[in-house]
């Protein structure tokens, strides 16, 4: 999960150590200064007790007004949507739970009765975004006489997103997004800005809490429940921010910093901030702030590993490495530099304390797993590092293949399995080691978006290491920007195949299906580099997220 311009082996010139640490190097502790403990107040002055009874009345008062709707079905559905985006659905859960239980039950055995598109289309977003198996005939019908429609185009929009690969639903999302855009020149500021919000960050793609604020600007209406609603998220906002910080600063200034790593492996990058933002993003209930932690443990060490790969050693320090993860042997690296000593004592020393922790937790010693799925990556990273030395150029589907692991993911989700602790079987295991479907998809789709970075002219130089790259070779006359069209076009198909793999029946846990999705969503935010290499979008959201309060109404009278 390291970034575009040095996250395989064999993705950039050889460049020496000092030259390496500037490539795709934002300083985000100058960004996101951590402030010191006691500054992490949430509204100035009053303290966290009050803070706390305050969301609890306000959550109280939420929840009466969510059982008061009764059997308002569209009002229902309403606010489930407002509370999924506004990222507070971890406190609603048993309700939303029947509401849709009862939505999908009517769907099943009437049908869409409904004329009014933005009611259909909203039932089964809601209905798929939740595993549910919904036909896409569900999604409603469309015709040109809805194109003054927009609330109805925009459910549409949205809903298309939960595509698996149906014709309908692809023609749907061609042509909602065919007349929104015809429309925004004809829509007053606000309107205009809430339809381009909806077509550049649809929902189902998008990180709920990473977008709050955005929601909170276009959430108006004359329902009577918004208003509470906009308080809780703003005050549960502000809580967790408060809680990230806490835990942000245990994690880069103690336990990062007391590692010290960064004093040994000089070439390799130091980025914990930027770390710990792939957990905020993947598990963000803030019930599991102890998941995140452990978390990014190993995706630092992915970074690290990555480095090692990129600038620090040999092809021939590299395998006997790779060997030595392979055997988890520590006395294997005897004849090995003092860093790579050190990075394998560190990897060791995680594997063992989170193994131990699953143990006592959760009943199952998972360090088999967890030293498997290293012994992979090392294995990936190595194919890469010999393609490099040997100048060799894949077929893009081995390629591709081999990058889907050497991306990481399948590392951090068979982390998050165990920390997670949820159906814990020999089946479920058995199927987590092995790169199941639900692991390989967004992984693919974090490779080939990291991809459409590495080749943004023909001006290449022969050593991104990217998909492209490997498909000009193979399809020689194609242009960059057909190849580019394509790996689009491939993640647009690995969604759809992502998007099936979370339906039910599935295996594993809504947290970890959620999981594995949130990774899909952070990737453009991890890999939309600007012209001085640096991630504008990352940055904002790191200082919203980790600094910003939002004001809220009874905040002032809390303080006097």
Not at 245 to 270: H, I, M, P
Not at 396 to 407: F, I, M, Q, R, W
Request: net charge negative.
């Amino acid at each position: 999960m390291a970034c575009s311009c040095g996250f395989y082996a064999w993705s950039i010139p050889a460049v020496g150590p000092n030259k390496f640490r500037e490539i795709g190097k934002t300083n985000f502790t100058r960004i996101v200064p951590m402030p010191n403990t006691h500054k992490w107040s949430i509204a100035h002055d009053h303290t966290l007790d009050e803070f706390y009874n305050e969301h609890a009345q306000k959550l109280k008062e939420v929840k009466h007004v969510f059982s008061k709707l009764g059997e308002d079905a569209m009002e229902s559905m309403m606010m489930i949507d407002a509370i999924q985006r506004l990222g507070i659905d971890h406190h609603f859960e048993e309700e939303i739970e029947a509401v849709l239980q009862k939505q999908y039950m009517k769907s099943s055995i009437h049908g869409d009765c409904d004329e009014d598109l933005y009611e259909v289309a909203l039932r089964f977003r809601l209905l798929r975004q939740e595993g549910y198996t919904v036909p896409a005939e569900q999604g409603g019908k469309f015709k040109q006489n809805l194109r003054e429609d927009i609330r109805g185009l925009m459910g549409l929009y949205e809903a298309s997103q939960l595509s698996i690969g149906e014709d309908i639903l692809e023609e749907a999302g061609n042509f909602s997004s065919l007349l929104l855009n015809a429309c925004l020149q004809h829509l007053d500021r606000h309107q205009a800005a809430v339809v381009k919000n909806t077509l550049e960050h649809p929902h189902h793609t998008s990180l709920a809490r990473f977008m709050t604020k955005n929601f909170l600007t276009d959430f108006q209406g004359t329902n009577g429940w918004i208003n509470a609603l906009q308080e809780l998220a703003k005050i549960d906002f502000n809580m967790v921010k408060s809680v990230h910080q806490r835990r942000c600063f245990k994690f880069s200034s103690l336990w990062w910093k007391d590692l010290g790593l960064t004093e040994e492996l000089k070439f390799a990058r130091d980025q914990p901030l930027k770390w710990y933002m792939w957990p905020m993003a993947i598990i963000p209930d803030p019930r599991l702030s102890e998941q995140r932690i452990e978390l990014t443990k190993p995706i630092s060490l992915i970074y690290i590993i990555d480095d090692i790969f990129d600038v620090g050693g040999t092809l021939d320090e590299l395998t006997l490495f790779t060997e030595a993860v392979n055997r988890w042997d520590l006395s294997a690296f005897k004849e090995l530099p003092e860093y790579m000593k050190m990075c394998f004592k560190t990897l060791d020393d995680i594997t063992n304390e989170i193994s131990t922790k699953v143990h006592k937790e959760h009943k199952w010693n998972p360090v088999g797993s967890l030293r498997k799925a290293w012994a992979s990556l090392c294995n990936a990273f190595l194919v890469e590092a010999k393609w490099f030395a040997s100048g060799h150029v894949p077929k893009a589907e081995e390629y591709l293949k081999n990058g889907a692991v050497s991306s990481g993911v399948h590392v951090v989700l068979v982390h998050l399995f165990f920390l997670l602790g949820h159906g814990i079987t020999k089946e479920n295991v058995d199927l987590v080691d092995d790169f199941p479907g639900i692991i390989s998809s967004t992984a693919t789709i974090l490779r080939l978006w990291d991809d459409l970075g590495s080749a943004k002219d023909e001006n290449q130089d022969g050593h991104d290491g990217s998909y492209v790259e490997c498909y000009l070779k193979e399809h020689r006359g194609s242009s960059v920007e057909n190849a580019r069209q394509i790996v689009a076009h491939m993640i647009s198909d690995m969604w759809k195949r992502l998007n099936k793999e979370c339906l039910s029946p599935n295996p594993f846990s809504t947290s970890f299906t959620k999981g594995s999705l949130n990774i899909a969503r952070m990737v453009p935010l991890m890999y939309s580099y600007d012209d001085q290499q640096c991630l504008p979008g990352l940055e904002e959201h790191m200082k919203s997220l980790l600094l910003e309060n939002l004001p809220y109404r009874n905040a002032q009278k809390i303080n006097e």
